[in-house]
């Protein structure tokens, strides 16, 4: 006669795991994701300018149809009077005046990594430009596209707490 427990037992663990698997798929989709601008200096004292600045990214739950990613950078620590200098769909730029420890910094930065592992995406989307006592921080999503072949567009630009905040997304 064949035993049908161990099936039966397997099937079972199975099933009672599937919605704690399901969980950790949602909540690994929700976690908030640290991403690295190395700063390249044209400065011969590199103290005038920070050696990298940190923006925070998190995607939001999922959406029938859509996506999209919240993002944030505390720009102040470098900058005040921040303000958005320019905007379309695809692109922002805020602009803010370097505090006095930065404002001789003379530079550019880009992505170079996420969560500590380098950065490999298609596009540097996030970037920085240190001139003249002014720091210009641009997210720039032109050449992204989703799944469809739409472009990445702006969802939503703005200041919070004097900092930049935004939304980008597309659909799936």
């Given at each position: 006669m064949i035993s049908f427990r161990p099936l039966i037992l397997i099937i079972g663990t199975s099933i009672g795991l599937l919605p704690?698997?399901?969980?950790?798929?949602?909540?690994?989709?929700?976690?908030?994701?640290?991403?690295?601008?190395?700063?390249?200096?044209?400065?011969?004292?590199?103290?005038?300018?920070?050696?990298?600045?940190?923006?925070?990214?998190?995607?939001?739950?999922?959406?029938e149809g859509s996506f999209a990613t919240d993002g944030s950078i505390n720009l102040s620590a470098y900058a005040s009077n921040i303000s958005v200098q320019g905007s379309n769909s695809?692109?922002?730029?805020?602009?803010?005046?370097?505090?006095?420890?930065?404002?001789?910094c003379f530079a550019s930065a880009g992505m170079t990594k996420v969560d500590g592992q380098d950065y490999s995406g298609k596009i540097n989307y996030l970037r920085m430009h240190f001139v003249?006592?002014?720091v210009y921080f641009i997210l720039d999503l032109a050449g992204g596209y989703d799944a469809n072949d739409y472009p990445l567009v702006v969802l939503k630009n703005s200041l919070k707490n004097g900092n930049p905040n935004w939304t980008w997304g597309g659909t799936d």
């Open positions: 704690l698997l399901s969980n950790w798929c949602v909540q690994a989709q929700n976690q908030s994701q640290k991403i690295e601008l190395k700063v390249y200096s044209e400065n011969e004292q590199k103290q005038s300018c920070p050696d990298k600045v940190i923006v925070t990214e998190k995607p939001r739950p999922y959406q695809f692109s922002v730029t805020w602009v803010g005046t370097l505090k006095p420890k930065y404002a001789r003249k006592g002014k």
